[in-house]
């Protein structure tokens, strides 16, 4: 079992991530209410009452567009109906929006409980689950209202990935390539592997890479002032395109915006270039088809993005080198000009 440890003395908070085949089975995990969606429930409803027996479960409806304060409010009310205490403990069995929300729900429910983690999407397994972001989205801005709370522990167990549809794996790989523009080893591996990259097997074997890099960034900057932005490569093209209303899932949005935003890097910071083609490849690759994108309104959405210190200036983390990211700040203008240039050609 590789086992990690997240500490951060602001709050003081301590997190321990269990990854291992058959983790869920084989973990203690405190446990005195589960959210969970109806994807999940439908498939490891049986599964999840052996492991609880007895306990409350409160599924919510399944996908990105019930990640509202609408569904946070539901599972809230479901809590205080259950009489939880402040000594209790939520488990959230599913997704990134199931660990979003219900991560939020253990922030607000008596100003804090403990919060376990349980993600069963390759997604959540190497990225969401871990750091301790919360939230939900709101008029129609991504995780506009949320907090920071880190979960007691997170239980990465990959036998959860079989039973995902092959969208779900790419919208994983996603998050998986933008780690690797963060670590020279992780993208060698990835590119000595790219004829497995959907291969179950080999990505179970990098889960836990992905999550050490994760674990290792966000307790060195639990808070996002300096390190920890660098973890947003490809989200902030990649957050707007998907607010546009496109078809994609998130992860595959990722990989678009990191298409856009390597080009981006190219124009206006001194690159290795062929480090960056590489690295563009490697995420067309994983994304397969391209599809066209508003590139005015996504500009548009963009200035609300959190990392930005004006509405007319757009801040992104963009791939320079391998191993190396830097902050590129443009004006609005110059970045909407950019997207409809790399959409252009893109497409």
């Known amino acids: 079992m590789r086992t990690f440890e997240i500490r951060t003395e602001f709050p003081a908070e301590k997190c321990t991530i269990f990854c291992e085949k058959g983790a869920f089975e084989q973990?203690?995990?405190?446990?005195?209410?589960?959210?969970?969606?109806?994807?999940?429930?439908?498939?490891?409803?049986?599964?999840?009452?052996?492991?609880f027996p007895r306990t409350r479960i409160f599924s919510m409806d399944a996908?990105?567009?019930?990640?509202?304060?609408?569904?946070?409010?539901a599972l809230l009310k479901e809590m205080t109906q259950a009489g939880l205490h402040r000594n209790d403990t939520?488990?959230?069995?599913?997704?990134?929006?199931?660990?979003?929300?219900?991560?939020?729900?253990?922030a607000l429910y008596m100003r804090g409980i403990d919060c376990v983690q349980v993600p069963t999407t390759l997604l959540a397994q190497v990225d969401s689950s871990v750091g301790g972001k919360t939230a939900v989205d709101f008029e129609g801005v991504k995780n506009l209202v949320g907090a920071f709370k880190q979960p007691s522990r997170v239980v990465v167990d990959c036998e959860f990935l079989t039973t995902l549809p092959a969208r779900e794996i790419r919208c994983g790989i996603g998050e998986i390539?933008?780690?690797?523009?963060?670590?020279?080893?992780?993208?060698?591996?990835?590119?000595?592997?790219?004829?497995?990259?959907?291969?179950?097997?080999?990505?179970?074997?990098i889960v836990p890479d992905n999550l050490a890099i994760k674990a290792d960034v966000v307790q060195r900057d639990p808070r996002e002032t300096g390190l920890r932005k660098f973890l947003n490569v490809g989200h902030t093209t990649g957050h707007a395109l998907e607010l546009t209303g496109g078809m994609l899932s998130h992860g595959e949005y990722v990989l678009l915006g990191l298409l856009y935003e390597i080009e981006i890097a190219k124009k206006h910071l001194k690159c290795d270039e062929a480090y960056l083609r590489v690295l563009r490849n490697l995420a067309v690759k994983a994304?397969?088809?391209?599809?066209?994108?508003?590139?005015?309104?996504?500009?548009?959405?963009?200035?609300?993005?959190?990392?930005?210190?004006?509405?007319?200036?757009i801040v992104l983390a963009v791939p320079v080198a391998k191993g190396t990211c830097e902050l590129l700040e443009l004006p609005f203008a110059q970045y909407k000009r950019e997207l409809k240039r790399i959409g252009d050609t893109l497409c």
Do not use: M, W
Request: proline letters at 3%; aromatic letters at 8%.
């Open 90 to 106: 939520l488990v959230c069995v599913g997704g990134g929006v199931v660990g979003d929300i219900g991560g939020l729900a253990s």
């Open 287 to 313: 994304l397969g088809t391209v599809p066209e994108s508003n590139a005015a309104e996504a500009a548009q959405l963009a200035r609300l993005d959190k990392k930005n210190s004006a509405t007319d200036k």
């Open 27 to 51: 973990q203690e995990i405190p446990c005195s209410f589960v959210f969970t969606d109806t994807n999940v429930l439908a498939l490891y409803e049986k599964k999840i009452r052996k492991k």
């Open 177 to 205: 390539v933008k780690h690797s523009a963060l670590n020279g080893t992780l993208f060698d591996r990835l590119v000595a592997n790219r004829a497995k990259l959907f291969d179950l097997d080999f990505l179970a074997e």
């Open 63 to 73: 996908g990105e567009e019930f990640k509202t304060p609408q569904t946070l409010f």
